[in-house]
């Protein structure tokens, strides 16, 4: 299946912005659907944004909404998250996943992704 691997991560001032970047190998990726999901110390892995196969349909955590711009270029194997207007809530770790779109299957919680990256650390301070 898919690999991926999430970078860009990092510290930053509230208010600063990161764009973290999942590049993913293999030729099948443009079938895959991306998620990005962040999960802070002691808590579930939450839903942050998901992108479908061709980039035509995006989704966001209501609290990300207007910040956060998830987008992908399958030519480059890529997806990214440009995160503006970070605040101290949005810091944890940061994972994508990818998925084969099933009948009956859902996107939006964590265990239903098989594919993980090592996932990437986004802090952000006060």
């Known amino acids: 299946q898919v690999q991926l691997v999430e970078s860009g991560g990092g510290l930053v001032q509230a208010g600063g912005s990161l764009r973290l970047s999942c590049a993913a190998s293999g030729y099948t990726f443009s079938n895959y659907r991306v998620t990005w999901f962040r999960q802070a110390p002691g808590q579930e892995r939450e839903f942050v944004a998901t992108i479908n196969w061709t980039g035509g349909s995006t989704l966001y955590l209501e609290s990300v909404k207007g910040r956060f711009t998830i987008s992908r270029d399958n030519a480059k194997n890529t997806v990214w998250l440009q995160m503006n207007s970070l605040e101290p809530e949005d810091t944890a770790v940061y994972y994508c996943?990818?998925?084969?779109?099933?009948?009956?299957?859902?996107?939006?919680?964590?265990?239903?992704?098989?594919?993980w990256g090592q996932g990437t650390q986004v802090t952000v301070s006060s």
């Open positions: 996943a990818a998925q084969i779109p099933t009948i009956g299957r859902g996107w939006m919680k964590a265990y239903e992704y098989v594919d």
